[in-house]
């Protein structure tokens, strides 16, 4: 097993940057492959960015792609989010979510392990 604990989040202005962070415990975090989803008020669990276990491929959902960079260090058990140029759509809990397949993973069906999120709210 593995338990999440994300941080970062806050308040920031719209065009500004965040850095999230996703702390694993547990053993061999390097055995997961790791997204980022979020979630606005109203809206459904949304797919941002995808980590493979090793670090060496990305995917990004279509609404972040270009402007948000995930990236992980597995000597240190963690997964970043880097968020740029934020737009106050960017506002929701976001989360991060681990599991063990190969190949990447677009639905949050597909995941094992969540953390507790941790809100961005982005203001005008």
């Known amino acids: 097993q593995v338990q999440l604990v994300e941080s970062g989040g806050g308040l920031v202005q719209a065009g500004g940057s965040l850095r999230l962070s996703c702390a694993a415990s547990g053993r061999s975090f390097s055995s997961y492959a790791m ?3 979020r979630q606005a008020p109203g809206k459904e669990r949304e797919f941002v960015a995808w980590v493979s276990k090793r670090g060496t491929s990305t995917v990004y959902g279509d609404s972040v792609k270009d402007r948000f960079i995930i990236s992980r260090d597995n000597a240190k058990n963690t997964v970043y989010l880097q968020m740029n140029s934020l737009k106050p759509e960017d506002t929701a809990v976001y989360y991060c979510a681990a599991n ?22 982005v203001s005008l």
């Open 35 to 37: 997204g980022w989803f």
């Open 100 to 121: 063990q397949k190969t190949g990447s993973s677009g639905s949050r069906l597909q995941y094992d392990y969540w953390g507790q999120g941790t809100l961005v709210t």
